[in-house]
C-alpha cells in the first residue's frame, strides 16, 4: 500500500480498523501477557501501544498548531516544496512494509517498566478520538496546511501527510506487536 497517496477518507477508515483491530486483538489478554517481552531489547504489546499513544499525542497538537491561522510560521514551514519532501520520505519510512529499522525518538519511547493494562482501552480511545479529528477535517486545508515535526524542528510537511505518517506508523507498531504474541514462547495467559 502507498501511504503517500491515501486521501483523509482512507486514512479515518484504516485509522477506525485499526481501533477495532487493537481492541480485538490485544483487548482479551492479561497484565501479563501485555508486558511479556522476548528479551530486553525487544518491546512488549504494551510498550508497542504506549510508544503510538505518546507519539500521536504529540502528532495531534502539531496538527492543532498547523490548523490554527493564529499560529506563526516558521521558516522551514514557509519554505516550498520541503514539506511535500520530508512529508513522502517520513511516510514511506514509517511504512509497515519499510524494513530499515529506527530507533524511537527520546519523547515517544515507552517506559521499561509494566505497561498499565488499561493501555489498549487508551489506545482504542484514541484512535476513535482520531477519527472525529480525521471526520471534521477539511481535505484541501490538510494539503494547505504545514505542521513541524514534534521530534525535530527542521522536518515539516502537510497535515494530510501527518495524519497520513500516523496511520502508516500505527499499522507497522501494530504488526510489531501481532509479531510479540506469536513467538513461541509468548505467555499462554
Not at 499560529?71 to 524494513?99: I, N
Not at 500505527?170 to 495467559?189: I, M, N, Y
Request: some cysteine; glycine content about 6%.
Amino acid at each position: 500500500m502507498d501511504y503517500t497517496t491515501l486521501s483523509l477518507a482512507d486514512v479515518k477508515t484504516g485509522l477506525a480498523d485499526i481501533g477495532r483491530d487493537v481492541e480485538n486483538t490485544f483487548g482479551p489478554l492479561s497484565a501479563r501477557q501485555l508486558n511479556w517481552r522476548q528479551d530486553a531489547t525487544r518491546w512488549s504489546v504494551g510498550q508497542c501501544l504506549e510508544h503510538l499513544l505518546t507519539a500521536n499525542k504529540l502528532m495531534f497538537g502539531q496538527a492543532d498548531e498547523a490548523l490554527n491561522p493564529a499560529h506563526p510560521r516558521s521558516v522551514w514551514e514557509r519554505l516550498p516544496g520541503l514539506p511535500a519532501v520530508f512529508g513522502k520520505l517520513l511516510v514511506r519510512s514509517q511504512a509497515p512494509e519499510a524494513t530499515r529499522k529506527l530507533k524511537a525518538p527520546t519523547r515517544a519511547r515507552p517506559t521499561t517498566s509494566d505497561i498499565p493494562a488499561d493501555v489498549v482501552q487508551r489506545f482504542v480511545a484514541q484512535h476513535r478520538e482520531a477519527v472525529a479529528r480525521v471526520a471534521a477535517l477539511d481535505e484541501a486545508l490538510a494539503v494547505r496546511a504545514i505542521m513541524t515535526s514534534p521530534f525535530a524542528s527542521i522536518v515539516v510537511y502537510s497535515v494530510l501527510d501527518g495524519w497520513r505518517l500516523i496511520l502508516a506508523h500505527d499499522r507497522r507498531h501494530v504488526g510489531q506487536a501481532r509479531g510479540v504474541t506469536l513467538a513461541a514462547e509468548f505467555p499462554k495467559a
